[in-house]
């Protein structure tokens, strides 16, 4: 089993930065991809980056595009979501997502490809 374990969450101002950390603990090494999820009060989990290793192939919604950036230390087996730009609507649960396999370019926007997840780390952006 993996134990993903976020943290970085937090409270900002509208046009302010957060950058997320999810590490990855117990059978780590069979990680392949990695992504984040976010989901607010009232709607479905959706769709945020991905991140597969050791490609390093990237995926972004479109909502947040120019302004996170997902990246992975492997040496530290963490996952990192940077942040920027904020906005209101980017406020959200976020979850941090992980499979063994690697996942096709088009089913990694799906939650339900993904086996292992986090426990969620709160961000709250004001205007």
């Known amino acids: 089993q993996v134990q993903l374990t976020e943290s970085g969450g937090g409270y900002v101002l509208s046009g302010g930065s957060l950058r997320l950390s999810c590490a990855a603990s117990g059978h780590s090494f069979s990680v392949n991809t990695m992504g984040w999820f976010r989901q607010a009060p009232g709607k479905e989990r959706e769709f945020v980056a991905v991140?597969?290793?050791?490609?390093?192939?990237?995926t972004y919604a479109d909502s947040v595009k120019g302004r996170f950036t997902i990246s992975r230390d492997q040496s530290k087996n963490t996952l990192y979501l940077q942040m920027n730009s904020l906005k209101p609507e980017d406020t959200a649960d976020y979850f941090c997502?992980?499979?063994?396999?690697?996942?096709?370019?088009?089913?990694?926007?799906?939650?339900?490809?993904?086996?292992?997840w986090g426990q969620g780390t709160q961000v709250t952006v004001s205007s």
């Open positions: 997502a992980a499979h063994p396999n690697r996942i096709a370019l088009s089913g990694r926007r799906s939650p339900s490809a993904y086996r292992y």
């Open positions: 991140f597969s290793f050791p490609d390093r192939a990237t």
